[in-house]
């Protein structure tokens, strides 16, 4: 819990737009193939079925570093900075455990880091001939408690439902005012709330070498609210104008729906293949910012501000495998690659979601008859967009650039 927490401070990471590549230690070697592999407690964030398969109770965790050296802005004003905010350390945890009563149902518990993004651009050349800084941080944290069924030998059925919790502040050029355009500064800090979602998927067992499984997980909202702000008003004669109330609305978490295979093609080789569908189109679609209370005197009690993420539905793909290498040791690895999730012409330094391909590697190693270990690379191939600016006052020829790596270290226990 005191990592968790300790990630709440870099809320930045890379994967399948906002979302992690993968919830536990397989799905992270396999690129995020998990639909009808999944087996372990992480398993309810995925296809919550999976923790149907193990006959014992389970305990599992994964912890995630993160380096994001290679996400810039550039644009014609000038800029070519990376992100300053270019580590993060992220932690998951998972039991589950078949009823005494009941073996064949198991029940489960999951708190995840579900999502989020960090860009922090520190003194960025403005279009008004100064320099300021520009920030977009926000991160989600699921519990989500589950139950599975095993239908019959070769069919299983899950459901999870969460509890969501969300975090976000933004700064866009705080110190920034400019009487002629009407551009205030604007500083917001604080947001937070409670949302929920649920989560329900299957598997089943065409033959003993070949498995099918389907998940489907619900929008989650992202509840933005209880914050505070303060608006540079300094060049219109009013000063900076702190407002008590600060809210975000119409970003979520998206809808997904996702289909995969297993295949045992010898007793030490599996292949598997993924196919993912997100509805970005409303997770990261019309936005608004409202702001009220303010505390000066002659200004604008409440402020509303429109936008446009620009998040349009989009599949993401992938392929993995697992080699058996000796009765204690297994290599796993996988590829995926995600459609453009921000429409050209939407993009911005604080929408960088333009990572495509993923390359995933990890070792699994059985230390005794209780516990395994798992280590995890990932790496995210650099990519570019040049695209014209209509969002910021930056330079209107700008460029986003994408690419990160992560190692994650898992461990479980099965009783």
């Known amino acids: 819990m005191a990592l968790l927490a300790a990630s709440l401070a870099t809320q930045s990471w890379a994967g399948i737009g906002v979302l992690p590549l993968g919830f536990g230690a397989d799905s992270n070697a396999m690129a995020g193939t998990d639909m009808a592999f999944s087996s372990d ?159 329900t998927g299957l598997q089943y067992d065409i033959n003993d070498r070949l498995t099918v499984g389907m998940a489907y997980g619900s929008d989650t909202e992202l509840v933005l609210k209880d914050g505070n702000a303060v608006v540079n008003f300094e060049a219109m004669g009013l000063g900076r104008v702190k407002y008590t109330s600060a809210k975000i609305d119409g970003l979520s978490l998206p809808s997904e729906l996702g289909i995969g295979l297993a295949w045992k093609i010898t007793p030490k080789l599996s292949l598997g293949a993924d196919l993912n569908w997100y509805r970005w189109s409303k997770a990261l679609g019309k936005v608004t910012t409202q702001l009220s209370g303010a505390q000066t005197n002659g200004t604008p009690d409440k402020i509303i501000i429109n936008s446009d993420f620009g998040g349009q539905d989009q599949f993401s793909s992938s392929v993995g495998s697992k080699y058996q290498i000796n009765d204690r040791t297994q ?85």
């Open 41 to 199: 407690p992480l398993s309810i964030n995925n296809n919550t079925a999976g923790i149907a398969k193990p006959k014992s109770a389970q305990f599992s965790t994964v912890i995630e570093g993160f380096a994001m050296n290679g996400i810039r802005h550039a644009d014609s004003l000038g800029n070519d900075e990376r992100s300053r905010n270019d580590r993060a350390l992220l932690v998951s945890g998972a039991w589950s455990k078949p009823l005494a009563n009941h073996p064949g149902i198991t029940i489960g518990l999951g708190l995840f880091a579900q999502g989020g993004v960090g860009y922090e651009y520190k003194n960025l050349n403005t279009a008004f001939g100064n320099s300021d800084d520009l920030t977009a941080l926000f991160g989600v944290f699921r519990l989500a408690p589950a139950v599975a069924w095993n239908i019959s030998d070769k069919f299983r059925l899950g459901f999870s439902g969460s509890i969501n919790y969300s975090e976000a502040e933004q700064e866009i050029f705080p110190n920034t005012s400019d009487a002629s355009s009407g551009f205030p500064g604007l500083d917001i800090k604080n947001m937070s709330g409670v949302s929920y979602a649920w989560r």
């Open 331 to 415: 290599f796993l690895a996988g590829v995926n690659h995600v459609g453009n999730v921000i429409k050209h012409g939407n993009e911005s330094p604080l929408n960088n979601l333009i990572a495509k391909w993923h390359l995933s590697a990890g070792l699994n190693h059985e230390l005794d008859q209780h516990w395994k270990t798992s280590l995890i690379a990932n790496y995210v191939t650099k990519l570019n967009r040049q695209y014209t600016n209509t969002q910021l006052p930056l330079g209107r020829v700008a460029q986003e650039t994408f690419s990160t790596y992560s190692v994650a270290i898992g461990m479980s226990y099965k009783w």
